[in-house]
């Protein structure tokens, strides 16, 4: 049996009910076809921005955007002010300076987009990675973004998800003539208003994780 679930919703699963537990894995099991596209604007956005060493005018631009956008239905009105809230919160972040001081080179084309833990297949599919040059070495690193108004992470739950994205990025970073770093593996939780770096006492958090999978691994048996 394959076991299958995105990072995000692995670190809600974590501290999860097990109703909670049981519809996460459910809807791992049975993606739906054709997804709700909540908070687009903003990760596109978001994503321009950072790859811009945290420009603002990205940001800026698609508020104005969105502004301007004509929506009727329910659904779409949620969504709108859900997002123009989510972009004026991120103005708010403190972007690290190696992310703003240093020219990134963006990694766009990428095939692999998990890790495994626990035979579990956690897909991590980073909004951005990219790698710097510094000293003449090259490093790599990446960003997860989570847009979740009403599901917040707190510290350790976002440094949990920065320490996969850092898994999965050590696993390609070779096949960049690059070196992972913990330093510039970040998670980002927009409505926190916090980014945080990969731990690096990674084994610690790993072996958590491994624990989380292994109760994935139980509900997927019975949901």
């Not at 599919?125 to 992470?153: A, C, Q, R, T, W």
Request: glycine share 4%; aromatic share 8%; hydrophobic share 40%.
């Amino acid at each position: 049996m394959k076991y299958k679930i995105s990072i995000n919703p692995l670190v809600d699963f974590s501290r999860g009910t097990d109703a909670k537990k049981r519809r996460i894995v459910k809807d791992s099991k049975n993606p739906p076809i054709l997804r709700v596209g909540w908070y687009q604007t903003p990760r596109a956005c978001i994503k321009k921005s950072l790859s811009e060493n945290g420009n603002s005018e990205p940001i800026i631009q698609g508020l104005e955007k969105l502004k301007n956008k004509i929506v009727s239905k329910p659904q779409q009105i949620n969504n709108k002010f859900s997002s123009l809230e989510a972009m004026r919160k991120f103005l708010n972040v403190e972007i690290p300076e190696i992310l703003k001081n240093h020219d990134l080179t963006l990694v766009k084309k990428r095939n692999i987009k998990s890790t495994f833990i626990n035979d579990v297949e956690v897909l991590v599919s980073p909004d951005i990675v990219f790698i710097i040059n510094y000293k003449g070495e090259k490093y790599m690193g990446g960003v997860k973004i989570h847009l979740s108004k009403g599901n917040i992470f707190d510290l350790n739950e976002s440094k949990m998800v920065a320490t996969v994205l850092h898994k999965h990025i050590s696993e390609i970073a070779s096949k960049y003539n690059a070196k992972p770093l913990t330093d510039i593996c970040f998670a980002i939780d927009v409505f926190g208003e916090r980014i945080v770096s990969a731990s690096k006492r990674t084994k610690k958090i790993l072996s958590k994780i491994y624990m989380i999978c292994d109760e994935v691994k139980q509900f997927w048996n019975v949901a």
